[in-house]
């Protein structure tokens, strides 16, 4: 498969499967799915992250588990558009799952994801720093797989 544009992506993604939303930091991935008429996204948890040959096989499980048939990782661009170190690694993921996983991917533009989930669970959900920090990966990856959702939605309209 290929890392994809919104539309081609959403040529490629079958009409019952499931999204699979990644928000990939430098210590964890995060991770959110969707409900199967893809107009939810869902945290689902939030990986340790350590060498990428352990980390695609807890993904591949969860994407068999889940009949995923397309993957939204977030792409970290700068708040000025540009791409720097950490926008380059995600491409690098991004590169590495297709040699793992034969699914279509979107690299989707996250900038603030993080901030505006943050906020809410400081505002809306009053969290605590140290839980915030147990949820806000996954949240994040909702946050981006939500975004992506809207977007299907909007297109198809």
Do not use: C, Y
Not at 19 to 39: C, E, Q, W
Not at 45 to 51: D, I, R, S, V, W
Not at 100 to 121: C, G, K
């Amino acid at each position: 498969m290929a890392v994809l544009e919104l539309a081609d992506f959403a040529k490629r993604i079958k009409q019952h499967d499931r999204l699979l939303g990644i928000d990939l930091g430098t210590k964890t991935i995060g991770l959110a799915i969707s409900d199967v008429i893809r107009m939810v996204a869902s945290p689902v948890e939030t990986l340790a992250k350590g060498k990428f040959s352990k980390d695609v096989v807890k993904i591949k499980a969860l994407i068999e588990k889940e009949e995923v048939g397309g993957i939204v990782l977030g792409l970290p661009v700068e708040m000025d558009g540009t791409q720097g170190k950490r926008a380059q690694a995600t491409k690098a993921f991004a590169s590495n799952l297709l040699r793992e996983i034969d699914l279509p991917i979107l690299l989707w533009d996250e900038r603030l994801s993080t901030v505006a989930v943050e906020r809410m669970l400081i505002g809306e959900a009053d969290m605590t720093r140290k839980r915030r920090a147990e949820v806000v990966d996954r949240a994040a990856a909702a946050f981006i797989l939500q975004g992506v959702l809207e977007a299907l939605e909007h297109q198809n309209g």
